[in-house]
């Protein structure tokens, strides 16, 4: 069974700090994790697929690494927009799971 | 670009059923997995079901297993979500989503709704 344990479950830095989230699978996944963000009242959006992949629009800042059982994800410098949610998700044939969710505020 | 809309939601009893629908545009539809996805309140995501653009293949959390079926109608552009037996913990924001699919495996969600909001209470 999947099982994803992302940590912090809450965050709070400054502008221009540099913020990292950790996300741990119960196996091995190679690379199939991402990560999405979620601002208050609204869909999440996709931001790093595939472990360290940028999606298309997403500013440089934010960046993905990790692979097997544990992942990070890193804002560079931290901007009052995002200020979120985040969360990692993985999947496998048949099941897609996502962590708890790390609540990040300034 | 692409655009999501999900309706039916509302109030429902315990026990009771409710169909949600999804309205597409911007995009193939009929090429796309799409999938359902829930967020109970002041909770995290939930992964709820996942259907084929074409070969009518579906694929369903545990937690709803036999209890909900997805469905979709290509000529309309339109996903849908039967929900029946609702309980409380149904409780939360259905979000539809385009699915990213690898070798026939839902890998990740591109594009989402902004959701509907299904309360289950007495």
């Known amino acids: 069974d999947i099982q994803m344990t992302q940590s912090p479950s809450s965050l709070s830095a400054s502008v221009g700090d540099r913020v990292t989230i950790t996300c741990q699978a119960n196996?091995?996944?190679?690379?199939?994790l991402n990560w999405y963000q979620q601002k208050p009242g609204k869909a999440p959006k996709l931001l790093i697929y595939d472990a360290s992949n940028l999606e298309t629009g997403v500013p440089p800042r934010f960046s993905g690494s990790g692979s097997g059982t544990d992942f990070t994800f890193t804002i560079s410098s931290l901007q009052p927009e995002d200020i979120a949610t985040y969360y990692c998700?993985?999947?496998?044939?048949?099941?897609?799971?996502f962590g708890q969710g790390t609540r990040l505020e300034i | 670009q692409v655009q999501l809309v999900e309706s039916g939601g509302g109030l429902v009893k315990p026990g009771g059923s409710l169909r949600l629908s999804c309205a597409a545009s911007?995009?193939?539809?009929?090429?796309?997995?799409m999938s359902w996805l829930r967020q109970a309140p002041g909770k995290g995501l939930e992964w709820v079901s996942s259907?084929?653009?074409?070969?009518?293949?579906?694929n369903y959390a545990d937690s709803v297993k036999g209890r909900f079926t997805i469905s979709r109608d290509n000529a309309k552009n339109s996903l849908y979500l039967q929900m029946n037996s609702l309980r409380a913990e149904d409780t939360a924001v259905y979000y539809c989503a385009t699915a990213v699919t690898f070798g026939g495996v839902v890998v990740r969600f591109g594009h989402w709704g902004q959701g509907t909001l299904v309360t289950v209470s007495s």
């Open positions: 911007g995009f193939n539809f009929n090429y796309y997995f």
């Open positions: 259907m084929s653009g074409t070969t009518s293949y579906t």
């Open positions: 998700q993985q999947y496998d044939n048949v099941r897609i799971a």
């Open positions: 196996h091995d996944i190679s690379n199939f």
